[in-house]
């Protein structure tokens, strides 16, 4: 007797997005950014100042708690763990992020959809209103995390030495590595096709930029600014040092190594309309 064996039909998995796909999606997103109110603009950036603080925050309860009891390799895992929480909050949450902004709205002026002065405007509120939301973070920490018991005003000071205590080179070189992963996150998340997926995602990008110690001009504005306010021997020199060496790199990593090649890459693999 023969038989044959029947073999139930199973849904296909649901194809990868192309590339073509994410430009396109990345194309809009930029588009919609860029013809966004300079008022909304300005109050999404603060709000990602804000929320991207929480990094700072839960780094410096971090600190604390370990006090050097830890072994060097399970608090630099559990530190960069803590900073990626405040990418989560800020990406999915939809605010508007400088980093973010380097790749997502230069995709627009390239593909001819928006002009140079467009970018230059975004760029300047999202920039501005990061740095504003950042500053009232970091005087926000430094006045309750102490005060609750939970952060030791040294964890501050340690946390914003890691940051500053560079040449500008060497914090460029950092910021373009950081910039890079920022588009790169912003291009994966396009990818992603649910939310726990996108969180995966934000946080395994956000947790390499913190393990590797990689300089980003928000969340290392909200760092140096703590330990400016919190009075550990950090100085304006140093914050200014920082800033103009980590947004150049942020910017040049954003913009070169994820916007153009990425833009260039999907619109010769195929007509790409």
């Known amino acids: 007797m023969s038989s044959d064996l029947q073999v139930e039909d199973r849904p296909e998995t649901e194809p990868k997005k192309p590339p ?17 109110s300079g008022v909304g603009l300005f109050l999404s950036g603060i709000s990602a100042g ?40 800020v990406v999915l949450g ?17 593909h001819g959809r928006a002009s140079f002065a467009a970018l230059a405007r975004l ?24 005060a609750l018991g939970i952060i ?7 946390i914003a030495r890691t940051v500053v205590e560079h040449p500008g080179p060497v914090i460029f070189g950092s910021a ?31 947790a390499v930029i913190g393990l590797a110690g990689l300089h980003h001009v928000v969340v290392g504005s909200v760092e140096v600014l703590a330990g400016l306010f919190s009075g550990q021997g950090i100085t304006a020199d140093q914050y200014g040092h920082f800033l103009l060496w980590a947004t150049l ?9 994820v916007a153009i090649i990425k833009y260039n890459s999907a619109i010769r693999g195929k007509h790409f309309g």
């Not at 950081?178 to 956000?206: C, E, K, N, P, Y």
């Not at 790199?249 to 190594?257: D, I, L, P, S, W």
């Open 94 to 110: 939809r605010s508007e992020l400088f980093t973010e902004q380097t790749t997502l709205a230069v995709l627009p002026v390239l």
């Open 152 to 158: 030791e005003p040294r964890a501050f000071g340690t």
């Open 50 to 89: 804000l929320d991207i603080g929480f990094s700072l925050f839960l780094m410096a309860i971090a600190r604390s708690l370990s006090d050097g009891t830890w072994s060097k390799p399970a608090e630099a895992l559990l530190i960069a763990n803590m900073y990626a929480v405040g990418f989560i909050f």
């Open 176 to 206: 373009v590595l950081a910039g890079w992963l920022m588009g790169l996150l912003s291009w994966l998340v396009a990818a992603g096709r649910d939310t726990i997926s996108q969180i995966v995602l934000v946080w395994l990008i956000a």
């Open 20 to 36: 073509r796909q994410i430009l396109r999606h990345e194309i809009a997103e930029g588009t919609d950014a860029l013809e966004r």
């Open 123 to 146: 760029w300047g509120i999202v920039f501005i209103a990061n740095l504003i939301g950042a500053a009232a973070f970091a005087a926000l920490a430094v006045n309750i995390g102490p």
């Open 249 to 257: 790199g942020n910017a040049a990593g954003g913009t070169f190594f």
